[in-house]
């Protein structure tokens, strides 16, 4: 039963990070239009990726098997490639909305499966 309780709080981590991660991308380029840099800082990626690892992580409890657990790590890692190669590309910026959307839904279907069970 506290394992669920683990899992549950990771998920809303997850969720609420991948949320504040498009609000993020969403200002960035109005705030540097007003010309507030700080918050295109390259450490502010970082805790985003730091964030959304843990929080999959625990909600997974380090499995690879389950079909969600696929879902979430295939996910985070296209965010992570996303994130890193978004200066390269327009696709990729493209990218980091469609897997933090991904990572979302697939927190959001996890917290419903520890529910049921």
Same mark, same amino acid.
């Given at each position: ?51 959304? +690892? ?12 389950? @079909?969600?657990?696929? +879902?979430?790590?295939?996910? +985070?890692? @296209? +965010?992570?490639?996303?994130i ?10 493209? @990218? ?9 839904? @697939?927190?959001?279907?996890?917290m ?6």
């Amino acid at each position: 039963m506290t394992q669920t309780k683990k899992i549950y709080w990771a998920d809303k981590l997850g969720v609420f990070s991948s949320l504040l991660c498009i609000v993020h991308c969403l200002a960035v380029p109005t705030f540097l239009s007003l010309g507030i840099g700080f918050l295109n800082n390259p450490i502010i990626a970082f805790l985003f990726i730091l964030v959304a +690892f843990i929080s999959i992580y625990k909600a997974t409890n380090g499995k690879f098997i389950k @079909g969600i657990s696929v +879902f979430l790590w295939v996910s +985070f890692i @296209g +965010f992570v490639i996303s994130i890193l190669l978004e200066e390269h590309a327009e696709i990729f910026e493209y @990218g980091m909305f469609l897997f933090s959307s991904s990572i979302i839904l @697939g927190h959001f279907y996890n917290m419903r499966n520890c529910l049921k069970s």
